[in-house]
């Protein structure tokens, strides 16, 4: 099955800290997504990787950026983090040979 | 572009009850169906899915879901619910030609005793 892991699952910061959202998963598959959940919502997609190196923006890019040196790890950055930036991240990828996403639990993170 | 609406934010009913939870897509081409269930504080997991074939598909727990291409709808029913199903449920769309997955806004479905 499918494993995609989030490091940390909590995380406290003050408005203008940097932030780095940990995403891995198990399986080498090329894509990978990082979204944001806010409640009343659903996901806004912030990126998409389709390999180490190569990045594209989602819907929401700004305020965000990602690093992907390894294919089983993605990264969310937030220079210089603010308090709109509360909510909880989902990094996802796709089974192999299919359409559907698989979803890590997610990273609560707080910007005080 | 995809989109998805799932018009009830919040359903309630008894333990017991049947269960139907709407949504419907906007898509021009054939669509790549799924339902997604979230627990509290969890991520999100795949209930079913549709791709072609047979317009009724089967899920875990019970659930099933139909895709009836003429009203752009996929919605979701179960028999008899159960007070363990209580979370909120993600429907969402995808299409052959890109990489994404578009979500509704969810709908919370709470069971009473």
């Known amino acids: 099955d499918m494993k995609v892991t989030q490091m940390p699952r909590y995380l406290i910061k003050r408005m203008g800290e940097n932030v780095l959202l940990e995403c891995g998963q198990d399986?080498?598959?090329?894509?990978m997504y990082w979204y944001r959940q806010d409640p009343g919502l659903g996901l806004q997609l912030i990126y998409i990787?389709?390999?180490?190196?190569?990045?594209s923006e989602g819907d929401i890019p700004k305020g965000y950026r990602v690093s992907r040196k390894k294919r089983e790890h993605f990264s969310l950055i937030l220079d210089s983090a603010k308090t709109n930036q509360t909510s909880v991240y989902f990094c996802?990828?796709?089974?192999?040979?299919?359409?559907?996403?698989?979803f890590g639990p997610g990273t609560r993170l707080t910007v005080l | 572009a995809q989109s998805v609406t799932q018009p009830d934010a919040r359903v309630t009913v008894s333990e017991g009850a049947s269960l139907q939870l709407r949504c419907k897509y906007s898509?021009?081409?054939?669509?790549?169906l799924f339902w997604y269930v979230q627990y509290p504080r969890q991520g999100l997991q795949l209930l079913l899915k549709?791709?072609?074939?047979?317009?009724v598909v089967q899920g875990v727990n019970g659930f099933e879901a139909e895709f009836i291409k003429s009203n752009s709808s996929f919605h979701l029913r179960k028999a008899s619910v159960h007070w363990s199903d209580s979370a909120v449920y993600f429907c969402?769309?995808?299409?052959?030609?890109?990489?994404?997955?578009?979500f509704g806004d969810g709908t919370q479905l709470v069971v009473k005793p």
């Open positions: 969402a769309v995808s299409a052959s030609s890109n990489n994404r997955i578009f």
């Open positions: 996802a990828t796709p089974g192999t040979g299919s359409y559907e996403q698989y």
């Open positions: 898509y021009s081409g054939t669509p790549y």
């Open positions: 990787s389709y390999d180490v190196d190569s990045n």
């Open positions: 549709y791709y072609s074939g047979d317009p």
């Open positions: 399986m080498s598959h090329e894509t």
